[in-house]
């Protein structure tokens, strides 16, 4: 079960980082932000996200059109 | 050359590098909006030294170029000596700024769409008109007030172009070619060591092929148009890849067809969309976007109509000034380069804080 939820459904980038970002500050260390996009750059994006930020990428799936990662607050 | 006109083997040239460019743009993930994005959302500047990379490839080979006598650098509209550095800095503001909001530079926009992004075919129509407009419609009253207001005449001040080795040697006394040789050399290598001594560029494979491409992509343009468009009769404009004029005279090209001919920028234009629509469909990344909100939407309309009105103001684009101009180390690319980068960073921060003021004190604060 994740505890926040950010719909990203539509937005390109930045847009689904920034909002990931600041979406991610609302989350207590160790918990997680689930996150659905829709832009194809989006799955780069947020392996490079949370490799950058020192955060986990538990997750990170398709189902048709729309992309759904989950990332654990580490730092 | 055999049976072929002279515009038809440069378009056929044009349309290659396109190709080759849409096709690793979208494979590598290069983006110069991206490039600013990733470092300052996350720290992360691989894919700001990837365009850093293309800069430094595009110099090596490009001043080789001129230096063997294959191409006359100086016929490129970058190192005229009408130096325009107002319309650099603000067209180059503008340009980076509306990236930000629509999502993508010139060429991104063409890689996007490509890739099956309708918001990107709106940027793109819009871009393109508001360019037109800029070059030759209602805008350019604007834009030649604007520069006839702040124009300088190099010429009138005893030079022959603004390339910044050439202006740097005039002051120090040293000869044109030497101190053009100089220039580039410390440039090229400074980017270099820039870019690789990253170890986290180092161990990215990816951002280094995507550099490495794209960068031999505006020395392959330069190539085409200088040396396979060298004409004794009826040679075509020295150019190589640039996204916002371009975009505009394709428009035009589709338009009023059988009356055009077609150019290096056009083909370049097509081949981006055709590489990019290739690569995304091999590798089953194709995927049809559209708007859906309201906010959206408005972000991509004025994102496109600042990098069109900017980007002709600026003389180019991220690659245009940031990657073909840089490569003729002419000082209004560096200026333009340096002014889109700053455009850039300041749309991320209005992204974030949500207005402009927000933006300015954030930039302020450096947060």
């Known amino acids: 079960m994740t505890e926040h939820l950010l719909d990203a459904k539509g937005l390109n980038c930045p847009l689904p980082i920034l909002k990931a970002k600041k979406a991610l500050k609302d989350v207590r260390v160790g918990g997680t932000l689930e996150v659905h996009a829709t832009d194809p750059g989006s799955v780069a994006d947020f392996v490079a996200f949370c490799r950058a930020t020192g955060n986990e990428l538990v997750e990170s799936t398709q189902n048709t059109d729309v992309y759904r990662f989950v990332i654990k607050r580490l730092a | ?367």
């Open chain 2, 1 to 367: 050359m055999g049976g072929l006109a002279t515009t038809t083997i440069v378009g056929l040239g044009g349309l290659i590098i396109g190709l080759v460019f849409g096709a690793t743009a979208q494979r590598t993930n290069f983006c110069t909006m991206g490039a600013i994005t990733d470092l300052v959302l996350m720290g992360d500047g691989r894919r700001l030294r990837a365009w850093v990379l293309a800069i430094a490839v595009a110099i090596i080979g490009t001043q080789a170029l001129h230096a063997s006598g294959a191409i006359d650098i100086n016929q490129s509209i970058y190192l005229t000596t009408n130096f325009g550095w107002f319309g650099a800095i603000l067209g180059g503001a503008m340009f980076g700024f509306g990236m930000t909001l629509a999502g993508g530079c010139g060429s991104k926009t063409l890689v996007r769409l490509g890739a099956g992004n309708l918001k990107s075919l709106v940027v793109a129509i819009i871009l393109g008109i508001v360019a037109y407009m800029t070059l030759r419609g209602l805008l350019a009253l604007i834009r030649v007030q604007i520069e006839s207001a702040t124009n300088i005449d190099l010429k009138a001040r005893g030079l022959g172009n603004q390339n910044i080795g050439e202006m740097a040697g005039g002051v120090l006394g040293l000869p044109a070619g030497a101190a053009r040789t100089a220039a580039a050399v410390a440039v090229a290598a400074a980017f270099l060591v820039f870019c690789f001594k990253d170890t986290a560029f180092r161990r990215s494979p990816m951002n280094i092929v995507a550099g490495l491409i794209i960068g031999l992509a505006a020395v392959g343009g330069w190539a085409v148009t200088g040396i396979l468009g060298a004409d004794d009769f009826n040679p075509v404009p020295l150019a190589s890849v640039t996204f916002v004029s371009p975009v505009a005279e394709s428009l035009q090209y589709l338009m009023t067809f059988t009356g055009s001919t077609v150019n290096f920028g056009i083909a370049a234009v097509g081949g981006v969309i055709i590489g990019s629509f290739l690569m995304a469909v091999g590798t089953g990344t194709f995927q049809v976007e559209n708007f859906t909100d309201r906010g959206d939407m408005l972000r991509h309309f004025s994102g496109a109509t600042l990098m069109g009105a900017g980007g002709v103001l600026a003389l180019g684009c991220t690659i245009g000034q940031g990657i073909t101009g840089m490569s003729t180390l002419a000082l209004g690319s560096v200026i333009a380069w340096l002014s889109i980068i700053a455009g850039g960073y300041l749309g991320v921060k209005y992204l974030e804080e949500g207005s402009l003021s927000g933006a300015v004190r954030a930039v302020l604060a450096r947060g």
